[in-house]
């Protein structure tokens, strides 16, 4: 008998029962990925084709190939390795192979509560800001159905890897399956000659239902056509705009009343937290209906933005969410300061802390007579808190009796609505399998159970904030600071998707004296404080600043911007936005400036395709909006992008240059033209001015080596 070199690697058998055991664990967790896919209750399933059978066909076989290709790298290392050592093979290849369903599972839900796949940078700034703020909003039964959740995967797990071992016990059923395994391989090869824009598109349009988006390369697509080319214009166009941009921050600075109104009444404005459009309903939140119906109510109203911080923004400043986050930062809200020249006492009463999306960097003390937040929870008792205060207030009782001869608004948060979904038990309008928000919904009874709990908590908000909605007298405003979303978009809450569920919200105003009215037309928040200052007839001295416009006016039709939480995205609601399908989305910073294309999206903030026509016709929208804004360009505009570029190089404001010149660096090669411009620059005598010139220099011109070093030579010369 010759005994074997224990040098020479694994026996042939050990090594073919490891890699064959590896390929049966490689198909059972394909099949896993496939049924997660297929089962988890959010989002909608979209199968497009001529012939429905066909088109189900092909998905299911196009699922099953994508997940077959995520486990098909698990067990590929594993081979490889197990020519070395069968053990440290399969087990390397086994955690691998396992990694891969938890992979696509944990994306599923990072995609749908960060709005953001699981492996990006996005994802990881989401997470990273709102971790130290997860106790606050978790329950105790949340942690126990992730550490239930946990405990299925591992013995799911545990008994596929115990199925792949018996299944390969012998050498001859090994063979078999590394014959089955090949043939998998084979199967795969039509796939990726089908692997056309259709496929592509819905991958990136419907995530979760497609597992090799968890690779997120499916995600840099874009609908819009040399994307990058077409956005320098527009930058171009910003930057000749910045002394008008300018301008118009010199008049918000200077921005006060001119007179001051006589007998005005006390305003109330309610922001409520995470206020669905369509969750006042006569059922759910009866006494919101009733001031609706002696009132206005709004149809097609929305948030500047699907996060807080836009909510406060756009009512506080009465500006488009494109001055976010920059008039925080340099001005107070105007809606308190410009009340308080005309003789109100100003209180804020909320929930807090306001820390997250840093709504406390302009919502605070020092922008109120009387400012208070109460952090009790349940949130419900929070707002009973904050209601009955503002009640004090109102009636000018004992602390606020001093303010007996002076008009009151009052800036009221209310947090009920927010996750968890606070209620007292008489609020119960609708039945919940849960007395908790599940951590991880994972069927469609969760996800109708979640939803019944929100509308219980609208129900306990309006049954709080009753007592307040008496006074027929009293300028009272009702919205969201965003909507809120449940599935319908294939995300939850809010915050992770530009669509209309999470910025729509509800508009209820009682102005006294004006006869109760539905309002059809777009509305948004920054229309609350010019719509305040017309029915308490204060007049500002610029008025056109204030980018809003009076819900009662009805000749004021424009459009107008929302934005995108944790990013400078937005997209522009156009005046025809009851027909608008389809709406263009955008990054922009007017302080920068900067502009570029991000995607094309529906109403529900997937992805879609377009025509060149829908891009023509939103850059004409996107002019009439500026210029509607900011006014028209002092500076005259050329059609060629790179000639208002080295026109910006003439004007005398540093800012304009800097800005002119990273876009010529974006452009490289093609603004090559602006060479001898540039160069003009090395001799200037300002540092940034010249390093400025010098990295765009580089940029537009470096493939030659000569020229680089002559622009380096000026450049220390200069200095």
Not at 186 to 213: D, G, K, M, Y
Not at 283 to 290: I, T
Not at 429 to 441: K, L, M, R, T
Request: overall charge negative; charged content about 20%; some cysteine.
């Amino acid at each position: 008998m010759v005994e074997r070199n224990p040098n020479s690697g694994p026996d042939s058998g050990s090594l073919s029962v490891g890699v064959a055991a590896m390929a049966v664990y490689c198909l059972l967790n394909s099949l896993v990925i496939s049924l997660i896919a297929l089962l988890h209750p959010i989002g909608s399933m979209v199968i497009r084709g001529n012939s429905q059978w066909t088109a189900i066909l092909f998905y299911l076989y196009a699922l099953v190939v994508q997940a077959f290709l995520l486990t098909l790298p698990g067990w590929t290392i594993g081979s490889l390795l197990c020519r070395h050592s069968v053990r440290v093979g399969t087990i390397v290849g086994a955690v691998f192979i396992l990694s891969t369903p938890l992979l696509f599972y944990l994306d599923v839900y990072s995609h749908l509560l960060t709005g953001h796949h699981l492996l990006t940078s996005e994802a990881f700034n989401v997470i990273s800001l709102v971790a130290p703020s997860l106790a606050d909003y978790t329950q105790e039964t949340s942690y126990w159905e992730l550490f239930c959740a946990g405990a299925i995967f591992v013995t799911i797990e545990f008994a596929a890897w115990k199925f792949s071992r018996r299944c390969v016990q012998c050498r001859a059923s090994a063979t078999h399956t590394r014959f089955f395994m090949g043939t998998a391989i084979v199967l795969t090869i039509p796939f990726f000659t089908l692997l056309n824009s259709s496929i592509t598109s819905q991958i990136s349009e419907l995530p979760a239902r497609h597992p090799l988006s968890v690779t997120t390369l499916f995600d840099s697509l874009s609908h819009i056509e040399s994307q990058e080319v077409r956005g320098f214009h527009i930058a171009a166009d910003l930057v000749l705009r910045q002394p008008v941009v300018d301008e118009f921050k010199k008049k918000y600075s200077a921005l006060q009343i001119e007179n001051t109104p006589e007998s005005p009444p006390d305003i109330l404005i309610v922001l409520v937290e995470s206020l669905r459009h369509d969750a006042l309903t006569s059922e759910v939140a009866p006494n919101l209906v009733s001031l609706g119906k002696r009132g206005s109510t709004g149809t097609s109203h929305f948030s500047a933005g699907n996060a807080s911080q836009f909510g406060f923004f756009g009512a506080m400043y009465g500006l488009d969410p494109a001055f976010y986050p920059a008039a925080t930062v340099d001005h107070s809200p105007a809606l308190s300061h410009l009340l308080q020249e005309a003789g109100y006492f100003c209180a804020f009463l909320g929930h807090g802390p306001l820390e997250l999306n840093y709504v406390e960097d302009f919502v605070n003390e020092r922008a109120f007579d009387h400012f208070e937040l109460d952090e009790q929870t349940p949130y419900h008792l929070s707002d009973q808190h904050s209601i009955n205060r503002a009640r004090a207030i109102f009636a000018r009782g004992q602390q606020f009796a001093s303010q007996r001869h002076k008009p009151v608004c009052i800036f009221l948060y209310l947090f009920t609505t927010h996750s968890e979904y606070h209620y007292e038990p008489e609020d119960e309008i609708y039945e919940v399998v849960s007395n908790s928000v599940s951590a991880i919904p994972v069927s469609t009874n969760q996800i109708q159970s979640l939803k019944n709990r929100y509308f219980n908590s609208v129900h306990c908000m309006d049954r709080l904030i009753a007592p307040l909605l008496k006074d027929k007298d009293r300028l009272i405003f009702v919205v969201g600071d965003h909507g809120e979303s449940f599935g319908e978009d294939g995300r939850l809450f809010h915050g992770t998707a530009m669509s209309f569920s999470q910025l729509k919200t509800p508009l209820i105003v009682q102005a006294p004296g004006r006869a109760a009215t539905v309002l059809t037309k777009p509305t948004t928040h920054m229309d609350l404080l010019p719509t305040i200052l017309s029915e308490i007839d204060v007049r500002l001295n610029f008025p056109e600043v204030l980018t809003g416009r009076s819900i009662f006016d009805a000749q004021a039709e424009s459009s107008f911007v929302v934005r995108e939480n944790l990013s400078n995205d937005c997209i522009l609601l156009e005046v025809d936005l009851l027909d608008q399908q389809s709406f263009v989305k955008f990054s922009l910073d007017l302080k920068q400036p900067f502009f570029s294309y991000r995607d094309v999206i529906d109403r529900q903030g997937r992805s879609i395709s377009v025509d060149e026509r829908r891009i023509l016709l939103f850059e004409t929208a996107l002019d009439e909006w500026l210029t509607g804004m900011l006014g028209i360009s002092d500076q005259p505009v050329s059609k060629d992008t790179l000639e208002n570029l080295i026109q910006s190089l003439n004007r005398p404001e540093r800012s304009i240059q800097l800005a002119a010149m990273e876009i010529m660096r974006q452009m490289g090669p093609s603004a090559n033209a602006a060479t001898p411009k540039l160069q003009q620059l090395l001799s200037d005598t300002d540092d940034e001015i010249r390093a400025k010139a010098v990295e765009t220099l580089i940029a537009i011109n470096g493939s030659s080596l000569n020229l680089v070093r002559d622009q380096l030579s000026l450049y220390m010369n200069g200095k």
